[in-house]
């Protein structure tokens, strides 16, 4: 008990080099908090206020600028060559290729390497070690530059520039996650399965009824990780994908945009705002599930 | 009345077993064939073809991509540039990292305002690429030279268009966005270091630092190594944001080997692509022997092996 | 846990089915411009319209013009009257060259449509009859044509496949209010001052050398607009503003200097190579001595066509844009110390700067800027009221001589490079009566009635000649007024010829204007910035050897 009490006054004892690391940490946590406090500052500045004023809080003799937002609902556009013409995808329809390069992409890899994993850790054949030997080898060599070959191979294949090409793209068991799941499975006794099979269960009950629920929580986890990935990834959609731009690609077009209504900061940063807002309150809810599934293994050869 | 279901055979079961297993695998083996192995080895043969425009077929053209860049590298500095500025961003993260180290101790050793040092070290990670470069571009355009100007009264260019700072303004932006993600993977890492290692040293009376110098930092020497390896493929792929900052125009100055390379590919057409190829295997032939045996170093190295 | 399991799940269930439903729905693309019900009782025409710069209200009302004038002609049986289905899109011609002929569409107004490459497509009609009919009018579209413009559209075979859409220069506007107020014009006697002391006196001939022309007053020479600038620093006023995010938005000064400077003839150089040229004769620097260039008059030929990266007039421009861009009291700062200054930014911060108290004389910028910069006008009317209203802008004259005095004899006519490649034409796959309403349609915009609609609506020109009626011209903005009269004491060029070279190279030769490029930068103002490269350097950076030439063009050189 005196022990626990040393123990804990010890770790209270403040030391020389605490204080400058919470210095330096306060000056960054302040400068992240100065740059999106700025931000939401200036969605907010109507246009004759940002002119003269581009640092302070907006001017209340202006009011608070709403409309700004209202434009970029209405007028957030990009435009795509389909079907031999131009086509105006809007907010809604950029939001629509969001969640389907996000929503049904996350999903896909993360079911895809935990169902390799699965077998791969709860079965015996041979090639087990292949798949095995696959994935670290894929991750131990790095390869540059392949994109420009598989952008003739998607389009060889006839799905480049389509969602579908995009799932399949993404339909792999390679990286990080396939170990983490593998890890998981190994570390769970085979003592359910047999129960199952006991039981008369097939492969395909076990798995959904017995073995996914005991990975749900990696599973989930890593859904939300790829989820905010792909959400906030605008070079892949922009490099494969070109005629179904997400919001991400939608903000870099708009980033360079320099004609219409949204064409001024204040609106363009209240897209920004706009992205923003759906991943902080994902943040919000799930801030301790995403913060402690940040690590990083070390690759041992 | 209980139904019970015949136990499948040994043989029986295995075949089943079998065809699960096969139903599971087939797909993704079959992708990885195609866009693993396939990519792969069509980006070689590429580097060794050229495009006819004419026909929209490829044919083997011998070297003659290997000269093209053998001619860029040696016709003018922008190649060499974008190489110097991968390595010398690769150094300054390498630096970086030990000295995150140190943060990432104090938030696994939860000391004051460590949970809000947490929280908003993970923001840049989750926060959109492209949404925060913008809201830099703008701040540091049009913020910040009005901010220096009410304040000092001298009138100063945006930081990423003024040739003396925007490789500067860059790099800051990498460290502000970066900083964060590599603190928590450290501080994550430092917390799974088992509780009694620590509390030995402090009955011991060993100073913090002393404490992360010979306790934390070797335990976590895995996770740094792996940045380290990591890392030197970033040399060839790391863009630096210059494509959410500039597009397709960034000044050559700032240029990196990872911008020049998917700045060719967003803007290519067919018949740039056994080049852009050629580029990618040239890169990966360096990569991997260095890679190599950097990890061959680290392993040895490893204070926990 | 289970709650955020449910969360999650419930979220991306919802993703899912919304995801799927719109993805096969098809919501959330729209072609622009709004459905328009088609009139079984008429005959269908389909127009298409690029929905940039001059906007489509032109369209609208043309529409309204023509449709009232043929309701009682019947095209097709048991049908009276015509309707004209328009649509506004961004699509550019560049994207459409290959979808144009299989589209709806029976008429293409676009930007930036490469007449050589459309017509050698097959895409566009061959509407040599038309052009040559006389209209309602009693005038035929080719008596509208000035002689640059005829030959450039018939040089590939003599056929007519285009007409010019809108007309677009490149070059400087100058705050004329500012100008007047300030007295920034030099005077025709210098003895007391270079500049005149009021508004009433006699201003110098300006670039042209002649007396009473729009030009009177401006700086002839270089070395006049330096002083120029000079003396607006003293007066506190700001010379340049420009679109600093837009690196090309800079060069356009460049444009205007070099092709006036080099003249009719010379400019044309750029896109003839000495192929039907009057006057293949220009000066190119051969060297530096001193860090003067050392001029040689020299014949282009298509075999040398590598020499015109290397003009003295080229050379001088790059020189007048280095010592503008290196003087900080030449330029608004935010031209060249912000990345995002965009062309709204640029625009709205002329017109504000007059009514700021921080004047600026002149935006680099296209003739089609006012149009863009509307609702910067508006929203400078709502912050300064009347003072903002009915301003007066100009279309500045470029000096053509680098130093001396300017006269008659040796003064230079503005060259207008009438730069955007803007066109009208029919579907070469339209046929029946389509077609014959296309035709009719096409006559009808080039009629003096169309042609005043259009400049009534857009303040802009068809690239045409033609009479402004008094109502048209009462519509017309004090800035339409001043570019229209300096317009027509201009030469008009078109970035065209009846080169094989050209017409073969038409995409690279003028591909973002590739002889500005120097061997490290695509924008001199990138290379400019904070003093990186000297002009010199740079000039000698553009040069491309005889023997690169020869590789990349050597099969359609002396193919005329």
């Known amino acids: 008990m005196k022990k626990n009490q040393t123990i804990r006054k010890l770790k209270k004892t403040s030391s020389p080099m605490y204080g400058i690391i919470c210095t330096v940490l306060l000056v960054y946590s302040l400068m992240m908090a100065l740059l999106l406090a700025w931000g939401i500052s200036t969605s907010l500045k109507h246009l004759l206020d940002f002119r003269t004023n581009k640092v302070g809080l907006p001017n209340m003799e202006f009011g608070l600028a709403w409309e700004n937002f209202e434009i970029v609902f209405e007028k957030f556009e990009t435009i795509v060559m389909s079907g031999g013409r131009q086509q105006y995808v809007n907010f809604w329809g950029m939001l629509n290729n969001t969640l389907l390069y996000a929503g049904v992409g996350a999903l896909i890899s993360s079911i895809v390497p935990c169902l390799v994993a699965y077998v791969c850790a709860k079965t015996d054949f041979k090639f087990n070690g292949v798949i095995y030997g696959i994935v670290i080898v894929s991750m131990v060599l790095p390869i540059v530059g392949s994109a420009p070959s598989e952008m003739k191979m998607l389009k060889d294949l006839g799905i480049y520039n389509t969602m579908y090409g995009n799932w399949i793209q993404k339909f792999h068991f390679l990286g990080m996650y396939f170990l983490v799941y593998y890890a998981a499975f190994k570390s769970f006794p085979n003592t359910y399965l047999d129960a199952a099979y006991i039981d008369g269960a097939g492969e395909w009950r076990t798995l959904l009824h017995v073995t996914l629920p005991l990975v749900r929580n990696t599973f989930l986890t890593i859904l939300l990780i790829r989820f905010i990935d792909y959400w906030n990834d605008y070079q892949t959609p922009l490099l494969y994908i070109p005629s179904h731009p997400t919001l991400a690609v939608g903000l870099f077009n708009l980033g360079n945009s320099t004609v219409g209504e949204l064409s001024w900061v204040p609106r363009k940063v209240a897209a920004c705002i706009i992205l923003l807002l759906p991943i902080m309150t994902l943040f919000i809810t799930f801030r301790d599930k995403l913060m402690g599934s940040l690590t990083m293994g070390g690759i041992k050869g | 009345m209980r139904i019970v279901k015949k136990i499948p055979t040994k043989k029986r079961a295995r075949r089943q077993k079998l065809g699960f297993y096969l139903s599971i695998v087939t797909l993704p083996i079959l992708q990885y064939c195609i866009f693993y192995i396939g990519v792969n080895i069509n980006s070689i043969l590429m580097a060794f073809q050229s495009y006819d425009a004419m026909t929209g077929e490829f044919y083997f053209d011998g070297l003659v991509n290997f000269k093209r860049i053998a001619y860029e590298f040696g016709k003018n500095d922008q190649l060499w540039n974008a190489l110097l500025n991968s390595v010398k961003y690769y150094g300054i993260s390498i630096l970086l990292m030990i000295a995150t180290t140190f943060f990432a101790f104090y938030v696994a050793k939860k000391r004051r305002f460590s949970g809000m040092f947490r929280v908003v070290a993970f923001i840049p990670h989750i926060v959109s690429n492209i949404t925060m470069a913008l809201l830099f571009k703008y701040f540091t355009e049009d913020a910040y030279p009005a901010l220096v100007e009410s304040l000092t009264g001298k009138e100063v260019w945006g930081l990423l268009v003024d040739p003396d700072t925007v490789y500067g303004a860059i790099i800051f932006f990498c460290i502000l966005c970066g900083f964060g993600t590599q603190m928590m993977m450290f501080s994550n890492a430092m917390s799974a270091i088992d509780n009694s290692i620590s509390e030995a040293a402090l009955l011991d009376g060993v100073t913090p630092f002393k404490e992360f110098l010979y306790i934390d930092l070797p335990m976590i020497f895995p996770t740094i190594s792996t940045f380290v390896i990591v890392g030197i493929a970033g040399i060839f792929t790391n863009q630096m944001s210059l494509f959410s900052f500039f597009g397709v125009s960034a000044d050559p100055s700032v240029w990196t080997l990872g911008y020049y390379l998917y700045k060719g590919i967003k803007g290519a057409a067919m018949s740039e692509y056994p080049y852009l190829a050629a580029l990618g295997v040239l890169f990966t032939l360096v990569v991997v022997p260095i890679t190599f045996l950097v990890r061959h170093f680290l392993n040895k190295a490893d204070p926990t092996a | ?560």
């Not at chain 3, 009919?133 to 000035?146: F, M, P, W």
């Not at chain 3, 700021?356 to 149009?371: H, R």
């Not at chain 3, 402004?468 to 570019?483: G, P, W």
Request: glycine fraction near 8%; proline fraction near 2%; aromatic fraction near 12%.
């Open chain 3, 1 to 560: 846990m289970k709650i955020a399991k449910r969360i999650i799940g419930l979220t991306l269930s919802v993703c899912f089915i919304l995801s799927m439903c719109t993805f096969l729905t098809g919501c959330g693309t729209s072609s622009g411009g709004g459905a328009i019900e088609v009139d079984n009782d008429k005959t269908q025409m389909y127009v298409f319209s690029y929905n940039g710069g001059v906007g489509n209200e032109w369209l609208d009302e043309t529409i309204k013009a023509f449709e009232a004038k043929y309701a009682n002609t019947s095209f097709e049986e048991g049908k009276m009257g015509v309707q004209i289905i328009p649509d506004k899109q961004k699509m550019t011609a560049v994207s459409m060259l290959d979808s144009f002929p299989n589209s709806t569409y029976d008429i293409i107004f676009n930007e930036n449509l490469r007449y050589n490459d459309w017509a050698a497509k097959g895409n566009l009609l061959d509407i040599s009859d038309l052009v040559k009919e006389v209209g309602d009018d009693g005038k035929t579209i080719e008596s509208k044509l000035s002689d640059n413009k005829a030959a450039a559209l018939t040089a590939r075979d003599g056929k007519y496949y285009a007409l010019p859409h809108y007309e677009a220069f490149r070059g400087v506007v100058y705050d004329i209010d500012l100008f007047e107020e300030n007295n920034l014009y030099f005077a025709a006697d210098r003895t007391y001052s270079d500049f005149i002391l009021s508004s009433t006196e006699q201003r110098s001939a300006g670039p042209d050398g002649v007396v009473g022309t729009t030009d009177d007053g401006l700086p002839a020479t270089y070395e006049e607009f330096f002083k120029l600038c000079d003396y607006m620093v003293q007066k506190g006023i700001t010379p340049f503003v420009w679109s600093g995010e837009q690196n090309a938005y800079s060069e356009f000064l460049l444009y205007a200097l070099s092709e006036t400077m080099a003249g009719e003839e010379g400019a044309k150089l750029n896109y003839n190579y000495g192929v039907g040229s009057l006057d293949a004769t220009t000066n190119i620097v051969t060297h530096f001595t001193n860090g003067q260039p050392v001029v040689e008059a020299m014949t282009i030929t298509e075999e040398n066509g590598y020499l015109l990266r290397q003009t003295e007039a080229k050379y001088r421009a790059l020189e007048f844009l280095f010592t503008i861009f290196n003087k900080s009291d030449y330029y608004y700062k935010d031209s060249m110390g912000k990345l995002t200054m965009s062309n709204k930014e640029a625009q709205q911060t002329y017109v504000f700067s007059k009514l700021e108290n921080k004047p600026i004389a002149m935006l680099i910028e296209g003739t089609w800027w006012a149009k863009e910069a509307a609702d910067s006008v508006e929203l400078s009317i709502s912050a300064f009221g009347d003072a903002a209203k009915n301003r007066n802008f100009g279309w500045m004259a470029m000096p053509g001589v680098y130093s001396g005095t300017v006269d008659s004899s040796n003064g230079k006519t503005q060259v207008l490079n009438d730069c955007m490649n803007c066109y009208c034409g029919i579907n070469a796959k339209s046929t029946g009566a389509r077609l014959e309403v296309a035709k009719l349609f096409v006559k009808f915009c080039y009629s003096d009635e169309g042609l005043n609609i259009f400049t009534k609506s857009t303040g802009m020109l068809r690239g045409v000649n033609y009479e402004l009626t008094e109502d048209t011209k009462a519509n017309l903005s004090s800035f339409y007024r001043n570019l229209i009269e300096l317009r027509n004491e201009s030469v008009i060029i078109t970035p065209m010829s009846s080169s094989v070279l050209f017409i073969n190279n038409e995409t690279t030769l003028t591909a973002y204007e590739s002889y500005w490029n120097s061997d490290q930068y695509l924008f001199p103002v990138v290379a400019f910035r904070g003093g990186q490269k000297s002009a010199v350097d740079y000039f000698k950076g553009m040069a491309m050897t005889q023997q690169d030439w020869e590789a990349t063009y050597g099969r359609y050189i002396n193919q005329n």
